[in-house]
Protein backbone atom coordinates (compact mmCIF):
# COMPACT_ATOMS: atom_id res chain seq x y z
CA UNK A 1 0.00 0.00 0.00
CA UNK A 2 1.40 3.32 -0.95
CA UNK A 3 1.67 6.54 1.36
CA UNK A 4 -0.29 8.85 1.47
CA UNK A 5 1.00 12.28 0.89
CA UNK A 6 -1.34 15.17 2.92
CA UNK A 7 -0.28 18.97 2.24
CA UNK A 8 -0.79 21.33 4.49
CA UNK A 9 -0.78 24.92 3.22
CA UNK A 10 -1.37 28.52 4.25
CA UNK A 11 -5.38 29.51 4.23
CA UNK A 12 -4.88 31.40 1.55
CA UNK A 13 -4.80 31.86 -2.31
CA UNK A 14 -0.84 31.96 -2.31
CA UNK A 15 -1.21 29.11 -0.09
CA UNK A 16 -3.29 26.95 -1.52
CA UNK A 17 -1.67 27.62 -5.09
CA UNK A 18 1.83 26.50 -3.63
CA UNK A 19 0.46 23.94 -2.19
CA UNK A 20 -1.06 22.59 -5.94
CA UNK A 21 2.33 23.32 -7.08
CA UNK A 22 4.29 20.92 -4.73
CA UNK A 23 1.79 17.95 -5.02
CA UNK A 24 2.23 18.41 -8.85
CA UNK A 25 5.57 18.89 -8.86
CA UNK A 26 5.81 15.58 -7.04
CA UNK A 27 4.69 12.89 -9.45
CA UNK A 28 3.83 10.53 -6.73
CA UNK A 29 0.30 10.84 -8.30
CA UNK A 30 -2.76 12.93 -7.81
CA UNK A 31 -4.70 9.85 -6.08
CA UNK A 32 -2.43 9.91 -3.35
CA UNK A 33 -1.96 13.20 -2.39
CA UNK A 34 -4.54 15.69 -0.66
CA UNK A 35 -4.33 19.22 0.19
CA UNK A 36 -5.89 20.96 3.50
CA UNK A 37 -5.59 24.27 4.56
CA UNK A 38 -5.22 22.75 8.24
CA UNK A 39 -4.40 19.76 9.67
CA UNK A 40 -7.00 16.81 10.67
CA UNK A 41 -8.86 16.38 13.46
CA UNK A 42 -8.21 12.83 12.30
CA UNK A 43 -4.93 11.21 11.78
CA UNK A 44 -4.55 8.52 9.22
CA UNK A 45 -2.24 5.79 8.71
CA UNK A 46 0.11 5.28 6.29
CA UNK A 47 0.44 9.25 5.56
CA UNK A 48 2.95 12.01 5.19
CA UNK A 49 2.37 15.11 6.46
CA UNK A 50 3.60 17.96 4.62
CA UNK A 51 3.77 21.47 5.62
CA UNK A 52 3.77 23.92 2.58
CA UNK A 53 5.28 27.47 3.07
CA UNK A 54 3.68 30.17 0.76
CA UNK A 55 5.60 31.33 -2.67
CA UNK A 56 4.57 33.74 -4.62
CA UNK A 57 6.19 32.54 -7.76
CA UNK A 58 5.00 28.98 -7.78
CA UNK A 59 1.38 30.25 -6.72
CA UNK A 60 1.74 33.14 -9.91
CA UNK A 61 2.60 29.67 -11.99
CA UNK A 62 -0.55 28.05 -11.09
CA UNK A 63 -2.63 30.87 -11.90
CA UNK A 64 -1.24 31.45 -15.00
CA UNK A 65 -1.44 27.94 -16.17
CA UNK A 66 -5.19 28.28 -15.17
CA UNK A 67 -6.06 31.07 -17.49
CA UNK A 68 -3.72 29.31 -20.02
CA UNK A 69 -5.13 26.11 -19.68
CA UNK A 70 -8.70 26.88 -19.11
CA UNK A 71 -9.77 30.11 -19.11
CA UNK A 72 -9.67 33.64 -17.15
CA UNK A 73 -13.36 33.08 -16.03
CA UNK A 74 -11.96 29.47 -14.45
CA UNK A 75 -9.66 31.44 -12.73
CA UNK A 76 -11.98 33.78 -11.07
CA UNK A 77 -14.10 31.08 -10.08
CA UNK A 78 -11.15 29.07 -8.18
CA UNK A 79 -10.24 32.10 -6.57
CA UNK A 80 -13.33 33.06 -5.27
CA UNK A 81 -13.34 29.77 -3.81
CA UNK A 82 -10.08 29.52 -2.45
CA UNK A 83 -11.35 32.88 -0.02
CA UNK A 84 -14.50 31.00 1.04
CA UNK A 85 -14.82 28.98 4.68
CA UNK A 86 -15.33 25.75 3.19
CA UNK A 87 -12.12 23.33 4.64
CA UNK A 88 -11.87 21.07 1.65
CA UNK A 89 -11.28 24.17 -0.39
CA UNK A 90 -7.80 23.77 -1.38
CA UNK A 91 -8.36 19.76 -2.27
CA UNK A 92 -11.33 20.72 -4.39
CA UNK A 93 -9.89 23.34 -6.53
CA UNK A 94 -7.10 20.81 -6.70
CA UNK A 95 -8.88 18.33 -8.05
CA UNK A 96 -10.82 20.34 -10.53
CA UNK A 97 -7.72 21.57 -11.77
CA UNK A 98 -6.94 17.97 -12.49
CA UNK A 99 -9.86 17.89 -14.73
CA UNK A 100 -9.97 21.44 -16.33
CA UNK A 101 -6.38 20.83 -17.26
CA UNK A 102 -7.16 17.74 -18.61
CA UNK A 103 -10.72 18.97 -20.73
CA UNK A 104 -10.31 22.94 -21.39
CA UNK A 105 -12.56 25.81 -20.59
CA UNK A 106 -15.11 22.69 -21.30
CA UNK A 107 -14.90 21.75 -17.73
CA UNK A 108 -16.93 24.63 -16.31
CA UNK A 109 -19.82 23.50 -18.19
CA UNK A 110 -19.36 19.95 -16.25
CA UNK A 111 -21.67 20.32 -13.72
CA UNK A 112 -22.64 16.71 -12.85
CA UNK A 113 -19.32 16.33 -11.44
CA UNK A 114 -18.72 16.96 -7.79
CA UNK A 115 -15.32 18.69 -7.63
CA UNK A 116 -17.26 21.35 -10.09
CA UNK A 117 -20.31 21.85 -8.76
CA UNK A 118 -18.58 22.19 -4.94
CA UNK A 119 -16.45 24.57 -6.96
CA UNK A 120 -19.16 26.59 -7.86
CA UNK A 121 -21.02 26.42 -4.78
CA UNK A 122 -18.20 27.65 -2.60
CA UNK A 123 -17.86 30.47 -5.46
CA UNK A 124 -21.53 31.10 -4.96
CA UNK A 125 -21.24 31.46 -0.87
CA UNK A 126 -18.64 34.02 -1.22
CA UNK A 127 -20.12 36.32 -3.80
CA UNK A 128 -23.44 36.32 -1.46
CA UNK A 129 -21.98 37.40 1.39
CA UNK A 130 -19.94 39.74 -0.32
CA UNK A 131 -22.89 41.22 -1.74
CA UNK A 132 -24.38 41.40 1.85
CA UNK A 133 -21.80 43.75 3.18
CA UNK A 134 -21.40 46.23 0.85
CA UNK A 135 -24.81 46.90 1.54
CA UNK A 136 -24.55 46.20 5.36
CA UNK A 137 -21.10 47.34 6.37
CA UNK A 138 -21.36 50.57 8.29
CA UNK A 139 -19.08 53.33 9.45
CA UNK A 140 -18.17 54.91 12.53
CA UNK A 141 -16.07 58.80 12.00
CA UNK A 142 -12.93 58.67 14.66
CA UNK A 143 -11.24 61.64 16.13
CA UNK A 144 -8.85 62.10 13.34
CA UNK A 145 -12.03 61.96 10.56
CA UNK A 146 -10.91 58.52 9.75
CA UNK A 147 -14.18 56.57 8.82
CA UNK A 148 -14.06 53.00 10.91
CA UNK A 149 -16.12 50.10 9.39
CA UNK A 150 -16.08 46.22 11.13
CA UNK A 151 -17.34 43.08 9.95
CA UNK A 152 -17.07 39.65 10.52
CA UNK A 153 -17.40 37.67 7.25
CA UNK A 154 -17.29 33.93 6.95
CA UNK A 155 -15.16 34.28 3.84
CA UNK A 156 -12.53 35.74 3.66
CA UNK A 157 -14.00 38.70 1.61
CA UNK A 158 -11.88 42.15 2.78
CA UNK A 159 -10.03 42.82 -0.54
CA UNK A 160 -13.30 43.07 -2.55
CA UNK A 161 -15.31 44.99 0.32
CA UNK A 162 -12.09 47.10 -0.01
CA UNK A 163 -12.33 47.38 -3.46
CA UNK A 164 -15.97 48.01 -3.92
CA UNK A 165 -15.60 51.25 -0.88
CA UNK A 166 -12.37 52.89 -2.96
CA UNK A 167 -15.16 53.28 -5.84
CA UNK A 168 -17.82 54.25 -3.40
CA UNK A 169 -15.74 56.64 -0.74
CA UNK A 170 -12.89 57.79 -3.21
CA UNK A 171 -12.73 60.72 -1.32
CA UNK A 172 -12.82 59.74 2.61
CA UNK A 173 -9.88 58.16 4.10
CA UNK A 174 -11.37 55.36 5.67
CA UNK A 175 -10.07 51.53 7.46
CA UNK A 176 -12.60 48.59 7.23
CA UNK A 177 -11.59 45.98 9.89
CA UNK A 178 -12.13 41.82 9.64
CA UNK A 179 -12.19 41.29 13.45
CA UNK A 180 -11.91 37.46 12.72
CA UNK A 181 -9.12 37.34 10.30
CA UNK A 182 -7.53 40.52 11.98
CA UNK A 183 -7.15 42.28 8.84
CA UNK A 184 -7.68 45.98 8.41
CA UNK A 185 -7.95 47.43 4.78
CA UNK A 186 -6.83 51.17 4.53
CA UNK A 187 -7.54 53.64 2.17
CA UNK A 188 -5.74 57.45 1.93
CA UNK A 189 -8.71 59.99 0.31
CA UNK A 190 -8.51 59.72 -3.83
CA UNK A 191 -5.24 57.14 -3.04
CA UNK A 192 -4.66 53.86 -3.35
CA UNK A 193 -5.67 51.14 -0.61
CA UNK A 194 -3.85 48.38 0.93
CA UNK A 195 -4.54 45.73 3.10
CA UNK A 196 -2.75 44.60 6.68
CA UNK A 197 -2.33 41.37 8.07
CA UNK A 198 -2.47 40.12 11.60
CA UNK A 199 -3.54 43.95 12.68
CA UNK A 200 -4.91 44.25 16.11
CA UNK A 201 -6.87 48.00 16.47
CA UNK A 202 -6.06 49.51 19.69
CA UNK A 203 -9.06 52.93 19.62
CA UNK A 204 -7.69 55.38 21.53
CA UNK A 205 -11.33 55.86 22.47
CA UNK A 206 -14.39 53.50 23.89
CA UNK A 207 -16.04 52.54 21.07
CA UNK A 208 -18.95 53.67 22.72
CA UNK A 209 -17.71 57.61 23.12
CA UNK A 210 -17.24 57.29 19.34
CA UNK A 211 -20.45 56.26 18.64
CA UNK A 212 -22.13 58.50 20.86
CA UNK A 213 -20.54 61.17 19.05
CA UNK A 214 -20.31 60.35 15.45
CA UNK A 215 -22.85 62.39 12.75
CA UNK A 216 -23.36 58.77 10.49
CA UNK A 217 -24.45 56.99 13.40
CA UNK A 218 -26.60 59.87 14.45
CA UNK A 219 -28.24 59.89 11.15
CA UNK A 220 -29.08 56.32 11.03
CA UNK A 221 -30.62 56.98 14.30
CA UNK A 222 -33.34 59.38 12.98
CA UNK A 223 -33.44 57.25 9.92
CA UNK A 224 -34.73 54.30 11.83
CA UNK A 225 -36.91 56.59 14.16
CA UNK A 226 -38.28 58.30 11.13
CA UNK A 227 -39.21 55.21 8.76
CA UNK A 228 -40.38 53.30 11.55
CA UNK A 229 -43.94 52.05 11.52
CA UNK A 230 -44.61 50.38 15.12
CA UNK A 231 -48.06 48.26 13.65
CA UNK A 232 -46.43 47.27 10.57
CA UNK A 233 -43.26 45.54 12.24
CA UNK A 234 -42.45 42.40 10.80
CA UNK A 235 -39.49 41.01 12.65
CA UNK A 236 -39.14 37.74 10.90
CA UNK A 237 -39.14 39.60 7.37
CA UNK A 238 -36.57 41.72 8.95
CA UNK A 239 -34.38 38.43 9.66
CA UNK A 240 -35.00 36.89 6.41
CA UNK A 241 -33.79 40.06 4.67
CA UNK A 242 -30.82 40.89 7.29
CA UNK A 243 -29.65 37.55 9.48
CA UNK A 244 -28.40 38.27 12.75
CA UNK A 245 -24.85 37.33 11.91
CA UNK A 246 -24.92 40.36 9.50
CA UNK A 247 -25.91 42.91 12.51
CA UNK A 248 -23.41 42.87 14.64
CA UNK A 249 -21.72 46.09 14.17
CA UNK A 250 -24.89 48.09 13.25
CA UNK A 251 -25.39 51.18 14.46
CA UNK A 252 -29.37 51.42 13.60
CA UNK A 253 -29.65 48.17 15.02
CA UNK A 254 -28.23 48.48 17.86
CA UNK A 255 -30.17 51.28 18.59
CA UNK A 256 -33.06 50.07 17.77
CA UNK A 257 -32.91 47.44 19.96
CA UNK A 258 -31.89 49.66 22.86
CA UNK A 259 -35.31 51.16 22.61
CA UNK A 260 -37.72 48.14 21.91
CA UNK A 261 -40.88 48.27 24.20
Known sequence: MKEKHLYICENSTTGIFTGIYDAWASRYGHENNRILVEEPENYEFFTKMIYVEPDWEKAEKVKRSIRQKISNDAYITVYHASISQDKEKADVIYRFLILG?????????????PYVSHLYKMELNTKNELFHYEGFLRFVKMGNQILFGRFRPKNDI??????????????????????????????????????????????????????????????????????????????????????????????EVEYKEKNKK
Open 158 to 251: IFFIADHFADRLPGENWLIYDEGRKKAAVHKAYGRWFVLEKYEINLEKDMNQLEEEDEFLNLWKHFVDSIAIRERTNEKLQLNMMPNRFREFMP
Open 101 to 113: FAMGKGVMEYLSN
